[in-house]
């Protein structure tokens, strides 16, 4: 299992400028790490922009910064690098008490192991 902490963004509305939240803390699992794999070659073959993976925020262990709060929802986000091609993903999930949008910064796919 992979342990993250991954810096945290949020975005009130589709115009918003995002908000910096701090950190986002969680465990992507062997399970996980293996769907974010499929998800990459999946977009390697599909020339699809991105991919969304399903996630168990009660498996993973979710620690959100204080002043966001729990989330309602989360799954992870896997696109491609337009530099390399690498597979890359963030958290992406909805704050429970407004349902602002909340994401992290992106993490190689690779780089988990």
Same mark, same amino acid.
């Given at each position: 299992?992979?342990?993250?902490?991954?810096?945290?963004?949020?975005?009130?509305?589709?115009? @918003?400028?995002?908000?910096?939240?701090?950190?986002?803390?969680?465990? =992507?699992?062997?399970?996980?790490?293996? %769907?974010?794999?499929? @998800?990459?070659?999946?977009?390697?073959?599909?020339?699809?922009?991105? =991919?969304? =993976?399903?996630?168990?925020?009660?498996? #993973?262990?979710?620690? #959100?910064?204080?002043?966001?709060?729990?989330?309602?929802?989360?799954?992870? %986000?896997?696109?491609?690098? @337009?530099?390399?091609? %690498?597979?890359?993903?963030?958290?992406?999930?909805? %704050?429970?008490?407004?349902?602002?949008?909340?994401?992290?910064?992106?993490?190689?796919?690779?780089?988990?192991?």
């Amino acid at each position: 299992m992979n342990t993250l902490t991954i810096e945290g963004w949020c975005k009130t509305s589709s115009e @918003a400028v995002p908000i910096e939240l701090g950190q986002i803390h969680f465990h =992507v699992s062997g399970a996980d790490h293996v %769907r974010l794999e499929q @998800a990459e070659e999946q977009l390697k073959k599909n020339n699809a922009p991105e =991919v969304m =993976v399903d996630v168990d925020i009660s498996q #993973m262990e979710l620690i #959100m910064p204080p002043e966001c709060g729990p989330l309602s929802d989360c799954q992870f %986000r896997v696109y491609l690098s @337009a530099r390399d091609q %690498r597979g890359q993903f963030h958290l992406v999930g909805h %704050r429970a008490t407004d349902g602002a949008l909340v994401y992290s910064n992106a993490v190689m796919v690779d780089q988990l192991g």
